[in-house]
């Protein structure tokens, strides 16, 4: 069946020619409009992880009878700090001539004791996963999934460390 040729809608060339040409302004300035001046969310947990790692490694350095899961621990933060960085990057788009956006962290001293060392691993990967556990609400897609990934890290990290 035939539809009448008077119920099809009808663009002129001229306005479908103008649609077409501001298709990519908009685009431009759609993409343009979703930054923020905000730093990025993600940054807090990654300058974290940097600066857990750290501390693992020294850990390790001073404290022979924690060196393995003190280095263990170090890779995983690491690798935390690592991912968080490539997200943060990809959704600032930064330039890879410029310094990470994440900072190193300054030198990190372990502490003389075996306990205190033990503590103080478990302390700092209790705040990453809590932390990283309170930031995946906001969160959507990728993000989150991400986030939530280092909180449940974070949590067997925990039980490792006892």
Same mark, same amino acid.
């Given at each position: 069946?035939?539809?009448?040729?008077?119920?099809?809608?009808?663009?002129?060339?001229?306005?479908?020619?103008?649609?077409?040409?501001?298709?990519?302004?908009?685009?431009?300035?759609? $993409?343009?409009?979703?930054?923020?001046?905000?730093?990025?969310?993600?940054?807090?947990?990654?300058?974290?992880?940097?600066?857990?790692?750290?501390?693992?490694?020294?850990?390790?350095?001073?404290?022979?009878?924690?060196?393995?899961?003190?280095?263990?621990?170090?890779?995983?933060?690491?690798?935390?700090?690592?991912?968080?960085?490539?997200?943060?990057?990809?959704?600032?788009?930064?330039?890879?001539?410029?310094?990470?956006?994440?900072?190193?962290?300054?030198?990190?001293?372990?502490?003389?004791?075996?306990?205190? $060392?033990?503590?103080?691993?478990?302390?700092?990967?209790?705040?990453?996963?809590?932390?990283?556990?309170?930031?995946?609400?906001?969160?959507?897609?990728?993000?989150?999934?991400?986030?939530?990934?280092?909180?449940?890290?974070?949590?067997?990290?925990?039980?490792?460390?006892?």
């Amino acid at each position: 069946m035939e539809l009448p040729r008077a119920s099809l809608p009808v663009i002129e060339r001229r306005r479908a020619l103008r649609l077409f040409a501001a298709a990519p302004a908009v685009a431009v300035l759609a $993409a343009c409009g979703t930054g923020s001046d905000e730093p990025d969310q993600l940054l807090p947990l990654a300058t974290a992880a940097k600066a857990d790692a750290a501390l693992a490694n020294a850990i390790a350095r001073r404290h022979s009878g924690m060196s393995e899961t003190a280095r263990e621990l170090a890779a995983a933060r690491a690798a935390h700090a690592s991912a968080l960085q490539r997200e943060i990057d990809r959704v600032a788009s930064r330039d890879p001539e410029d310094p990470p956006s994440v900072p190193d962290p300054a030198p990190k001293k372990a502490p003389s004791s075996a306990d205190a $060392a033990a503590d103080a691993l478990r302390a700092a990967v209790r705040e990453g996963q809590e932390r990283a556990a309170r930031l995946v609400p906001g969160l959507s897609g990728y993000r989150a999934g991400l986030v939530a990934s280092v909180s449940a890290s974070c949590a067997c990290l925990q039980e490792v460390l006892g």
